[in-house]
């Protein structure tokens, strides 16, 4: 069956960088299209990044510019490098398979994802 286990988070100062890691199995993942989104306590769901089949990235605003996506095939890894953090990253962090139109808006609404790895900035 399909697993998602992510990996990477911590507790962290402001402007400072992460990387997560998300192993998957269970499926064909070259060519998935596959991203991550996140939740704060008390809030909504957000999107943050997205790979499709032909390895077009899409981020979400509050992202652009300062997390970059990727993904081994080799490794059935994706990653989320995430640069100059901001407390209002704070956040748990899902690595999902994502179902219908592949795009950050999607992830965590169609598809699969993993149990997560929370990520704490402090300022």
């Known amino acids: 069956q399909v697993q998602l286990v992510e990996s990477g988070g911590a507790s962290v100062q402001a402007g400072e960088s992460l990387r997560l890691s998300c192993l998957a199995s269970g499926f064909t993942f070259r060519g998935a299209c596959m991203g991550w989104f996140r939740r704060a306590p008390g809030q909504e769901r957000e999107g943050v990044a997205s790979?499709?089949?032909?390895?077009?990235?899409i981020y979400s605003e509050s992202v652009k510019g300062r997390f970059t996506l990727s993904k081994d095939d080799a490794k059935n890894t994706l990653y989320l490098q995430m640069d100059n953090l901001k407390p209002e990253d704070t956040a748990m962090y899902y690595c999902?398979?994502?179902?219908?139109?592949?795009?950050?808006?999607?992830?965590?609404?169609?598809?699969?994802w993993g149990q997560g790895t929370q990520v704490t900035v402090s300022s």
């Open positions: 999902a398979t994502i179902g219908g139109q592949c795009s950050p808006a999607s992830a965590g609404i169609f598809g699969r």
């Open positions: 790979i499709d089949f032909h390895g077009s990235i």
